[in-house]
Each structure stands twice: as C-alpha cells, then as structure tokens.
C-alpha cells in the first residue's frame, strides 16, 4: 500500500503517531538508567582448568568496546538467590585483540583462586554494570577420585551447521563430564574471528558451565609450507580467547601444559613448532608425576591414519618417552578419521612386562578422509565418515573409554587396567 494513493489516510496515521507518542510520554517517565551498551555485553564466556583444579577456576570473556573496570564475582552456590549477596569480587586482565576479518575486540581474563575442593560455584562476568547471567561451576576434588571428561576430535568446519548436533548429544550423554578435552583444528582458519563466532555459537552456554581444556592444531597456525622462520607462530586469537596454564616449555605457554585432575596426569603438547623441547619437558613432568594415570595429548598422530603423511619425527621424539614412563592414553586429532591401536611399546604391541600406551585418534566435524591402513598390525578399530566424540571415565584402577556417532551410537570401547 503507498500512501499518496490513500490519502484519506495520512490524517489518521497522525493521529496515531501522536497517541503512541503521548502514551511513551506517560508512561515511561525519565529514569537515570543508562541505555543497554551491547559493546558490553560479555560474550563467548568460557571455562578452562587451571593447574590446580581443585582450587582454582579460570574464566575468559570478550566485549566489542572497551570495558573500564572488567570483573568477575563468585560466591557458593546455594538453591536460594540469596548467595549473590555473599558475592566476592575479582579484578579481570584484559587485552584487545584484532583479526584478518574483525574490529578490535576487548579480550578479559579472570582466575578464580582460594577455592573449596569438590564445591558448586556460581560466577557472572562483567564490568559492574553490564553482567552476564550468574552460572555454575564444580571445583575437583583435591585426590584421586572417580570422574568422566568428553574428548573430541577437529571440529575444524560447518561447526554451526554441523558440528553443533555432536556437542549437544555429547553433553546429553555425559552431562556429568568434569570438563571438555579438544585435540586442535577448532576452526579452519584459525585467524577467522566469524568462524571463531560459529563454533562459540555452537556450544551455546556449555563452556560457561564445563571447563574447556584445549591445545592447537596446525589450523592455529599458518600455513607451514609458506610461512617458515619467525612468521610461523600461532595466529594471535589463541591465546587471549583462552586463559590456560603456563606451566610448559618457555614460549609455548597456553598450548604446551599440563593439569592433574582427580588422580590423572593430562599433558598437553603443541604438535607444531618446539617438538625437541617438548620431548625433554614431556621426560621432567613424567619423571616426577604422582598421580596414578597419565593422558597425553597432541594434534598430529604418532601413528598417522592420513591418507599420505606419516612423519616419523614425532615417533621417534615421544614414543621412547611415552614408554619410559608407560603414559595411558594418547589423544590426538588431525587426520579426519577413526583409529585405535593395541596397547603399544616400542612401536609393537606390548608385551610384559611393559604395560604400553593406547593411541587414538579422532575427528567430530563432519570433514571425513579415508583412513590409511599402513599400521593396522597395530590397529585394533580403524574407520572414518563419522561424526564423533569419546566418554572417557576414570574410576580407581579401571579407565573406560567409549566412542560414540553423533546419533548415540556406541562406536568404540576399551578398558584399561593398572
Ligand atoms: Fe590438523
Ligand atoms: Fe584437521
């Protein structure tokens, strides 16, 4: 409808616009209320693990405007609202960051410290006045006990289209898991701020309530075949979307750590630059490791499934240290496919008196590659164009591991004992 063909109109649409008018008039009176800011707004909240989980929680958000005073308050869960007034306030850190296809963004940082072991917290993050909602946490336990954790494979593409079925029936299998374990390729283009925001939309509020831990693949990073000497170093979103240890070797921190959880040893290796001093690091952190199970992680396999790499170097590096000090489990990523080998020793199945090491890898994004069979002698489940994720259970003695497709379907299982 246009109006010059309706004139007999537009005197009553006046009329209408000065009674809408009048009414805003009266019935919202002036109020000293500033106007909702959504350059404040916090977004992509997310948990990570700090090196002591039991008593500390760290928390990273990011804002588009600046934030003059960034924040976090934390009290004790309770079922009553009553436990914001017991609220303590802590200072955040921030960074402002800038991509190949984004604004400057406000990157904040908060850890969380003093903590009761095994205990509910509810946080929210913000400035003072622009909050998130209030959500939950668990602290660990301060010794050994019994805990499940998810594991994932690259989600690395259609993370919003495709990606995001696999984490919801993940966290509705496991809703209990203490915390979410990624192996690399989050996104394809790790210097990608909108494929950064897909895959944060992906996970809706997960990573608000169950702690992250992630290391990253060769799509953090340039591309080796072009970018050598000083260039190649990870792209410069990695660290400020994340607050993780920095307990690895110098120059790796945030990609290179490690975290005991409840009676593990999680070890976290950048499978991409500083190999050499990693292995030596890897040898000092196992030789003085006193939790009962060691997990070991690391993007790019060492008994690759792709279809033609299969670089030895990182063989050669960490399997003499893997079975020196018989680590458990090897989590790993990168070639789009299923595999899991026997327990493993000097790159043969083991044999007693050596307990050997299982390796596994796996994939959650829907890019599939067909999987090489150069080391099925040691391979006991090999396959590739699923959609997966692993539940990952650690109770006293006994380590269960179960695959599952992104319909539910058991797809793998395993039991280790001590
Ligand atoms: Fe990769
Ligand atoms: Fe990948």
């Known amino acids: 409808m246009t109006l010059h063909k309706h004139p007999r109109l537009i005197p009553l649409l006046l009329a209408l616009l000065l009674i809408t008018g009048c009414s805003q008039a009266r019935f919202n009176p002036i109020t000293t209320t500033p106007a909702p800011q959504p350059g404040l707004t916090p977004q992509r909240i997310i948990l990570n693990l700090t090196q002591s989980p039991a008593t500390s929680q760290a928390v990273t958000w990011r804002t588009n405007s600046i934030v003059t005073s960034p924040k976090a308050e934390i009290a004790k869960a309770t079922g009553s609202p009553v436990f914001r007034t017991r609220a303590a306030t802590v200072t955040a850190r921030s960074e402002s960051v800038t991509s190949n296809d984004s604004p400057l963004f406000f990157y904040h940082s908060a850890t969380f410290k003093d903590l009761e072991p095994e205990t509910l917290y509810a946080y929210r993050?913000?400035?003072?006045?622009?909050?998130?909602?209030?959500?939950?946490?668990?602290?660990?336990?301060?010794?050994?006990?019994?805990?499940?954790?998810?594991?994932?494979?690259?989600p690395q593409e259609e993370a919003g289209s495709m990606c995001a079925r696999t984490f919801r029936i993940a966290y509705q299998k496991a809703p209990d898991a203490a915390f979410w374990h990624f192996v690399g390729d989050m996104v394809d283009n790790g210097d990608q701020d909108n494929e950064w925001q897909e895959l944060f939309d992906a996970f809706g509020w997960i990573p608000r309530t169950t702690p992250f831990i992630l290391l990253p693949g060769n799509h953090a990073y340039?591309?080796?075949?072009?970018?050598?000497?000083?260039?190649?170093?990870?792209?410069?979103?990695?660290?400020?979307?994340?607050?993780?240890?920095?307990?690895?070797?110098?120059?790796?921190?945030?990609?290179?750590?490690?975290?005991?959880?409840?009676?593990?040893?999680?070890?976290?290796?950048?499978?991409?630059?500083?190999?050499?001093?990693?292995?030596?690091?890897?040898?000092?952190?196992?030789?003085?490791?006193?939790?009962?199970?060691?997990?070991?992680?690391?993007?790019?396999?060492?008994?690759?499934?792709?279809?033609?790499?299969?670089?030895?170097?990182?063989?050669?590096?960490?399997?003499?240290?893997?079975?020196?000090?018989?680590?458990?489990?090897?989590?790993?990523?990168?070639?789009?496919?299923?595999?899991?080998?026997?327990?493993?020793?000097?790159?043969?199945?083991?044999?007693?008196?050596?307990?050997?090491?299982?390796?596994?890898?796996?994939?959650?994004?829907?890019?599939?590659?067909?999987?090489?069979?150069?080391?099925?002698?040691?391979?006991?489940?090999?396959?590739?164009?699923?959609?997966?994720?692993?539940?990952?259970?650690?109770?006293?003695?006994?380590?269960?591991?179960?695959?599952?497709?992104?319909?539910?379907?058991?797809?793998?299982?395993?039991?280790?004992?001590?």
């Not at 400035?127 to 939950?136: I, P």
């Not at 000083?230 to 607050?243: E, G, M, V, Y």
């Not at 009676?263 to 003085?288: C, H, P, Y």
Request: aromatic residues 14%; charged residues 20%; hydrophobic residues 35%.
């Open 222 to 418: 340039p591309d080796k075949r072009y970018v050598k000497g000083d260039a190649f170093k990870i792209f410069s979103l990695w660290r400020p979307q994340f607050t993780l240890p920095q307990n690895g070797p110098k120059g790796l921190e945030e990609t290179a750590y490690f975290i005991d959880y409840q009676g593990v040893r999680f070890i976290m290796l950048n499978g991409n630059e500083k190999l050499q001093e990693q292995a030596e690091w890897l040898d000092t952190v196992l030789s003085n490791n006193p939790q009962p199970w060691t997990i070991a992680a690391i993007h790019q396999p060492i008994y690759s499934t792709g279809r033609k790499r299969n670089d030895h170097h990182r063989q050669e590096l960490f399997v003499p240290v893997f079975d020196k000090y018989s680590v458990d489990l090897v989590l790993q990523g990168h070639e789009h496919n299923y595999a899991r080998t026997q327990k493993l020793f000097n790159n043969q199945p083991a044999t007693a008196p050596h307990r050997g090491t299982v390796y596994v890898t796996s994939v959650c994004g829907p890019k599939s590659y067909p999987a090489n069979h150069r080391y099925d002698h040691l391979v006991e489940t090999i396959g590739t164009g699923r959609q997966l994720f692993q539940v990952i259970r650690v109770d006293g003695n006994k380590l269960t591991y179960e695959a599952f497709d992104s319909a539910g379907n058991p797809y793998d299982r395993v039991e280790l004992d001590k």
């Open 125 to 154: 993050v913000g400035d003072g006045a622009h909050w998130s909602e209030w959500n939950q946490f668990r602290t660990a336990a301060a010794a050994p006990k019994p805990f499940s954790f998810v594991y994932f494979g690259d």
